[in-house]
């Protein structure tokens, strides 16, 4: 069983460009959801998709955006960088449906740094 | 809103120490509560959960019991490995609807030989 993936490890953007970060789900789940952590804190949840439908969103600005394709990897885009953007970016898959709890597993994440 | 408070880290100990992390939390209804570690350069591991009042989540020698009363979740290992170095986040999710995880900030454990 493969497990969740996330591309690139790093990455480095100077303020004002636009990212998008990739993460493949692990195989038969069916929801992504993507985390902001910035150094020294826990996760905060930016949004979650549901058969490639948004279904739950933190508190971020629209510039933070998402696509999730039909076979369940995502993509997490961000315009207009800015330099509290850089932080380590999470994504995390699971299996709706599944019963009462639905465990999500995480990837090892995006590194971004914005200059 | 929903919120956890951890205790603040690093948590240094020697190997074999007893450990405890301290957790407690804010919310309404009656959440589930998790706890998650990181190792270094990895994403979370979910390391064990407890659903309901009293219950009492176990996984590689760590325990952790909901405590209702105290809106606690603290986490102990009676004799940690240096191998459990890592960052423990303590986390809830509110009762009903999707699964989302709200975190505390995370706690540094450094356990030398």
């Known amino acids: 069983e493969t497990g969740v993936t996330q591309s690139p490890t790093h990455l480095i953007k100077t303020r004002g460009q636009q990212v998008t970060l990739r993460c493949s789900s692990q195989s038969g789940h069916n929801t992504v959801s993507w985390y902001q952590q910035a150094l020294g804190q826990g996760p905060q949840f930016i949004f979650q998709y549901y058969r490639e439908e948004e279904n739950g969103r933190g508190n971020f600005p629209p510039r933070f955006s998402g696509l999730q394709f039909p076979n369940y990897s995502s993509e997490l885009n961000v315009n207009a960088l800015e330099l509290d953007d850089s932080a380590l970016y999470l994504c995390?898959?699971?299996?709706?449906?599944?019963?009462?709890?639905?465990?999500?597993?995480f990837g090892p994440g995006t590194r971004l740094t914005v200059l | 809103g929903d919120s956890v408070t951890q205790m603040e880290g690093p948590v240094t100990l020697s190997e074999e120490a007893f450990l405890t992390i301290n957790c407690t939390y804010t919310?309404?209804?009656?959440?589930?509560l998790f706890w998650y570690v990181q190792y270094p350069g990895e994403g979370l591991q979910l390391l064990l959960k407890a659903t309901k009042a009293d219950d009492k989540g176990s996984n590689k020698g760590f325990e952790a019991t909901y405590r209702k009363e105290t809106t606690s979740f603290h986490l102990e290992k009676g004799s940690v490995q240096v191998s459990d170095s890592a960052v423990y986040f303590c986390a809830l999710s509110a009762s009903g609807g999707s699964y989302i995880p709200t975190f505390g900030r995370g706690t540094s454990l450094i356990v030398h030989p």
């Open positions: 919310a309404t209804g009656y959440p589930s």
């Open positions: 995390a898959s699971s299996l709706v449906g599944s019963g009462s709890y639905n465990e999500q597993f």
